[in-house]
């Protein structure tokens, strides 16, 4: 599981979507007061110059990029006097590096797409495994991550009452939390709306009064237990009777912060793998937190 006193994992490869998630996970590393861990990964390959046998040591070029990596770092530390960055350099595959890293991470932060061993982030297959296997929440930087201007920031997060949710709403009250913002729980719905008993029985309502209440109550007591938990940090409710990823992203179009469940149910069902986590990640301006 994710350790609260970890470092905040950041996946590099020099790219401006992995520069953007260097710069958020060392602002976020700081404010969290955590250790930074710069990983990234080293496909053994081999090189050969255009004269037939010479072939390029790979131990030359591992001290390049352990010199590349360290100068980074460096310029972290410039940025970041109080900051403790670590770097590691793997020889293998980004996926599998990444998964080990979250065992003990406080929160892996990625771009949205990347260069080498990060290509393909959203749509291919480390983007699956990573966010799939990882043992901490992930969050995805945008490519084109823009300023907010308003006063009170927001986080917003997707509820439907399932325990998948229920992490996503706790960490989304932390984050609210530490930045000073308020969380906007948001719940999407299509008719019929299905309803679920304690003790695992759903039914179908179809009228529109009692559907919007029923919606209303799921994430009030949903959000109940973390809004006790964190009493300084307002937070309100957007109901839609809609495709939960249009009403997410409506939410989010001037967030700091939107964070979804690994899994949900109803409208929220199959959320990271599904059409509502891709659309989400592909459309979102902001940083986008998954949460196993």
Known sequence: MSSHTGPVVVGYDGSPPGQAALQWAANEAER?????????????????RPSPGKVVPLAGLRSA????????????RQQHPALQVETLLVEGGAAEALIEETEHARLLVLGSRGLGGWTGLIVGSVAVQVTTHALCPVVVIPPHLRPRAHEVPTVVVGVDGSKAS???IDFAFDQAEALHAKVLAVHAWSSPFRTYE????????????QVRESARVLVAEAVAGAAADHP????????????????????????ELVVVGFRGRGGFTGLLLGS?????????????AIVR
């Open 198 to 209: 304690d003790d695992g029985r759903s039914m179908l309502q179809f009228d529109e009064d």
């Open 166 to 168: 229920g992490k996503a």
């Open 32 to 48: 969290l007061h955590a250790p930074l861990r710069i990983v990234e990964a080293f496909e053994v390959v081999v090189y050969t």
């Open 65 to 76: 990029r352990e010199r590349g990596l360290s100068a980074l770092a460096d310029g972290i």
């Open 276 to 288: 509502v986590s891709q659309t989400v990640l592909h459309h979102a301006h902001c940083p986008t």
């Open 232 to 255: 300084d940090v307002e937070w309100d409710t957007r109901l839609d009777g809609g495709p939960p990823a249009r009403a997410i992203l409506r939410a989010a179009e001037s967030a």
